[in-house]
T-cell receptor
Framework: EDQVTQSPEALRLQEGESSSLNCSYT??????LFWYRQDPGKGPEFLFT???AGEEKEKERLKATLTKKESFLHITAPKPEDSATYLC????????????FGKGITLSVRP | NAGVTQTPKFQVLKTGQSMTLQCAQD?????MSWYRQDPGMGLRLIHY???????DQGEVPNGYNVSRSTTEDFPLRLLSAAPSQTSVYFC???????????????FGPGTRLTVT
């Protein structure tokens, strides 16, 4: 069974304090790993797709990396507006568009 | 483009009532999906469609019905609402790039459903 585990469940940072969010996965064959951001009361917003081990993607203060077993979302010098829930999801080969999601990490950045 | 739209935003039902959650996309995406999101459970797939006229079950399909008569629309029907169906429902769409590449899904704003 495909599984996605995100840690920690919640993370509180001071503005400017860099950190990383973890997503570990166990799948039969990985087609892609996705990171989404979700604000309260809204739908998930697409951030990154990672296809293969060693790949990295960046967007503003966020950088996503991928290994054969896990992905990290690094947040450099976060700001209060980065506060949100970050979701990780995997898509396996042969599964069309189906995604398996982790439970999410709630990030709070204090000014 | 409006992207993925969902109606209504909020709904309260009594146990046993039926209703349809609407989802539409204007991006000409082949794939559409319905998820529910519950506290501590993450997003779980209910039903999905790989194109007009083709649907399949996801992880938690019981109590829900779907059809896809057009590329744009993918309604979700609750046949006889139960309190266990109280949740936030998200519709998503995606396209295939071909060549085995993953499909990025784009989500609607959600429908918050309460069943009493």
């Amino acid at each position: 069974e495909d599984q996605v585990t995100q840690s920690p469940e919640a993370l509180r940072l001071q503005e400017g304090e860099s950190s990383s969010l973890n997503c570990s996965y166990t799948v039969s064959g990985l087609r892609g790993l996705f990171w989404y951001r979700q604000d309260p009361g809204k739908g998930p917003e697409f951030l990154f797709t990672l296809y293969s081990a060693g790949e990295e993607k960046e967007k503003e203060r966020l950088k996503a990396t991928l290994t054969k077993k896990e992905s990290f979302l690094h947040i450099t010098a976060p700001k209060p507006e980065d506060s949100a829930t970050y979701l990780c999801a995997v898509q396996v080969t042969g599964a069309n568009s189906k995604l398996t999601f982790g439970k999410g990490i709630t990030l709070s950045v204090r000014p | 483009n409006a992207g993925v739209t969902q109606t209504p935003k909020f709904q309260v039902l009594k146990t046993g009532q039926s209703m349809t959650l609407q989802c539409a996309q204007d991006m000409n995406h082949e794939y559409m999906s319905w998820y529910r999101q519950d506290p501590g459970m993450g997003l779980r797939l209910i039903h999905y469609s790989v194109g007009a006229g083709i649907t399949d079950q996801g992880e938690v399909p019981n109590g829900y019905n779907v059809s896809r008569s057009t590329t744009e629309d993918f309604p979700l029907r609750l046949l006889s609402a139960a309190p266990s169906q109280t949740s936030v429902y998200f519709c998503a769409s995606s396209y295939s790039r071909g060549g085995g590449e993953p499909y990025e899904q784009y989500f609607g704003p959600g429908t918050r459903l309460t069943v009493t």
